[in-house]
């Protein structure tokens, strides 16, 4: 009862909101809810029966969360969870008033929430999660982080909640750490890739520090092998063929990492079958290798948010691939961090754009990238994009960063899948 | 003859993308039509015969006592370097292992290996965001990105140029980096040689004099830095520093 008033307020601004900006999502009643009633979040976080699950880490978290999610309700369990834009505490809030009743009770037996890393420990506060899965440290967006042990302070933190177990990636040795250091009591459960994998990955995973030895499969869930789109998980001495929403070993990573957090969380109750199941019927993930139809023409999106997700997408662009819009929004202050990555593999782009423009364009040109021309106007640059002549090769490819994808997508009317 | 331009330590001192500014040199020089490469030093033993331009990009504080250990191996060299012209630029933590020292906020002190004057000493918070330097020596306005949590002194005499937007060595000083004959530390990170095409050409006119040939920028350096020009425009109104002050 105490939190009607508050719910009743965050869901009139909530519609106050929808009004002025008509099918946007928004994290202004988040924002009034965590102001006049502080202790909503953390409260209602607690209080599922199944506990709190949160999955946070420097890249592959939305993927990740996604296929837990499919996992977990595969099983049959009632399962809340956030979209990945509203990682942070006033977008959570919001996200749990869109399912909470006037008392401001969430249904679902188990919370799964992907949680933005450098938010993560303030949400936290006072918060106990069952488990918590960490999938990576990469180095971050330098305005927030400056480094990779800054990143790895705050995961330690989001880690220390968990009262169950933790879930880490073998492979990223800060995360290794991490777990060297939790308190008793707290199981340890990992994921990683075989030496055959990582063998194979061209630029290797990713990570800041990756950990000088594989996981054994008898200590965790191991990628054996991926080839192209699916995967095979090797599991307690068991393989798990899977599908993976695109190609790409990373994808692998996260649903191993989904895979190993089900089973700590269903314990007894996981079934591999049902686990591969759900893996494989997960659709292309929102914005990232994802194939649309617009304007009567097929589009990929390519979304970029870190240089290793910028690394391993633009590696997954097939070579040849002649129209090309590369645009970079202004979530993207200091490119800097970018340019330790290498697109040459693009050849040419036809358009580059976003309020980020001719840092783009500078950076690209350095790897011996051709630019046909620099657009500011990012509207401008994909009605003439679209406009533009058919591929030779390949299909019309977008590879944007997350704000210059909203943009986009606004611009060409697609709802956004959340 | 083949330009070699050194990156020292890359897998240590690349956290801004810094040490791309060794392929940002190799790029120059080959559109100018010259041969160039890039080779990476790790360890002493990866040390080429000749070296023509070096770049040390900037690391995290964890990383601080290990690359130490790597350039200690190196510090004869370095001296070389210095002393006989050799282009040197070193970025944020790298700079500061070149100086005389490193004062951590935690008391302890990091000796440098005293190839550049001055020191780095704690600051009250994090200096991030834009960073705008008017450098003398022709080099016009140095624009790009500051990420650093210490400040920067003893180099008054030497510096890279005065602050025209940001932090650079702070303590009220109003300047940035230090450059001591071609030794150049700032805490520009980033691809600042791209950024920055006049400081990038100067160095290789610099690495060129010395093995006796000539560097005149290509045509497609002159495309590219179309690009660089108009990023910097940008970032010149958003840090509210007049282009104009780019004489």
Known sequence: MKYAPAILVGRLTRIAARLRKPGGGSAVPGLVVNTIAPRYLGTTLSGFPRGLVVVTGSSGKSTTTKMLVAILRAHGEAVFTNPSTANISQGLTSALLEQADWRGHVPGDVAVLEMDEGHGARVMQGVDARVVTLTNVMVDQIDRFHDSEMVAGMLGRIADRAHGSVVVNADDAYLERIADGLRDGVAVRRFGVSPTVLAAAPRGLGHTETSPERLDPADGVVVASVDGASAVLADAGRDVAIGLPARGTHYAVDAAAAYATARAVLGEQFDPEVAARALSAIPAVFGRGERVTVRGQEVDFVLVQNPASYQLNVDSIAPGTDRILFAIGSDVRDPSYFWPTDASSLGRVSIVSGSKADEAALMLAYDGVEIDRVEHDLGRALDDFLAGPAPTSGVKTIVFSADAMRRTRAHLGLTGAE | ?247
Not at chain 2, 91 to 104: A, D, F, M, P
Not at chain 2, 141 to 147: A, P, S, T
């Open chain 2, 1 to 247: 003859m083949t330009l070699t331009i050194v990156s020292l330590l890359p897998s240590l001192q690349n956290t801004n993308g810094d040490a791309e500014n060794a392929a940002v040199l190799a790029a120059r020089a080959r559109w100018a039509g010259l041969d160039a490469r890039v080779v990476a030093v790790e360890d002493p033993e990866d040390l080429p015969e000749r070296v023509d331009a070096v770049v040390l990009g900037s690391g995290s504080d964890a990383s601080l006592e290990r690359s130490r250990e790597v350039l200690l191996g190196l510090h004869d060299e370095l001296r070389r370097w210095g002393t006989e012209g050799v282009p040197i630029l070193a970025v944020g933590t790298g700079w500061e292992l070149l100086s005389w020292g490193i004062e951590l906020a935690d008391g302890r002190a990091i000796e440098g290996l005293g190839i550049l004057a001055g020191r780095a000493v704690p600051r009250d918070g994090r200096a991030a965001g834009d960073l705008v330097v008017k450098a003398s020596g022709g080099l016009g306005l140095l624009v790009g990105f500051e990420n650093h949590a210490r400040d920067y002194v003893g180099a008054e005499a030497s510096t890279l140029g005065r602050v025209q937007a940001g932090s650079g060595n702070g303590r009220g000083s109003g300047q940035e980096g230090v450059r001591m004959g071609d030794v150049i530390g700032t805490h520009l990170h980033g691809p600042v040689l791209a950024k920055n095409p006049r400081l990038a050409d100067a160095m290789l006119e610099r690495a060129c004099a010395r093995s006796g040939s000539e560097y005149a920028p290509g045509e497609r350096s002159v495309e590219v830095d179309r690009f660089a020009e108009a990023a910097r425009k940008l970032q010149l109104r958003a840090a509210g520093v007049a282009s104009s002050a780019d004489a």
